[in-house]
């Protein structure tokens, strides 16, 4: 279980809980060709399926699956996508996800998201890991985490499962020797 959401911010990026002032960026996440295919993002969007979303991404930390934080733009305080830390089966490690709207990649938000959440996290007591999976052809995903300081460890191949096939994945972790 993590503790109460934490507040992260840098002078570029804030992570935070999501609020419903986050629609706007939940409603093009949503028109995105990738994303919603991957995450709880509703598609379509409407209103109501963008409030049941940032419901749920409260009820992660609240049921104790997870903490879902949403990446903000500091200057202007413009939700840009989200990151999230998944409690898995083994002991001491959490999975990651993230993912940015179309219209601010390429600027930061997520690989320095990704830096601040990652040294946060790997100082909460009983975590000694974090792996993402992150599919092959993503090298926008690679790039963020590579940069972020992850290590690619493997080729899991046919892993991951979807609604329509079974895809490999490259398995990335970060520990604490990492960041020291």
């Given at each position: 279980m993590f503790p109460e959401a934490p507040q992260?911010?840098?002078?570029?990026?804030?992570?935070?809980?999501?609020?419903?002032?986050?629609?706007?960026?939940?409603?093009?996440?949503?028109?995105?060709?990738v994303i919603p295919g991957g995450t709880s993002v509703p598609n379509p969007f409407s209103d109501e399926a963008g409030r049941a979303f940032v419901e749920r991404q409260w009820s992660r930390q609240t049921s104790g699956s997870g903490l879902s934080l949403a990446i903000v733009e500091a200057a202007s305080g413009t939700a840009a996508g989200m990151m999230g830390l998944f409690h898995r089966e083994q002991p001491g490690?959490?999975?990651?996800?993230?993912?940015?709207?179309?219209?601010?990649?390429?600027?930061?938000?997520?690989?320095?998201s990704l830096s601040l959440l990652?040294?946060?996290?790997?100082?909460?007591?009983?975590?000694?890991?974090?792996?993402?999976l992150i599919e092959p052809d993503n090298v926008g995903s690679i790039r963020v985490?590579?940069?972020?300081?992850?290590?690619?460890?493997?080729?899991?191949?046919?892993?991951?499962?979807?609604?329509?096939?079974?895809?490999?994945?490259?398995?990335y972790s970060l520990i604490r020797e990492d960041i020291a």
């Open positions: 992260l911010r840098d002078e570029l990026v804030v992570l935070r809980s999501w609020s419903y002032y986050d629609l706007p960026c939940i409603e093009e996440a949503s028109r995105d060709p490690v959490v999975g990651l996800g993230y993912w940015t709207v179309t219209s601010l990649r390429r600027q930061g938000f997520t690989r320095r990652g040294r946060w996290a790997l100082g909460v007591p009983g975590i000694a890991r974090i792996e993402a985490a590579e940069n972020a300081g992850f290590h690619r460890e493997g080729w899991l191949r046919k892993y991951l499962s979807t609604n329509t096939a079974r895809l490999d994945v490259l398995l």
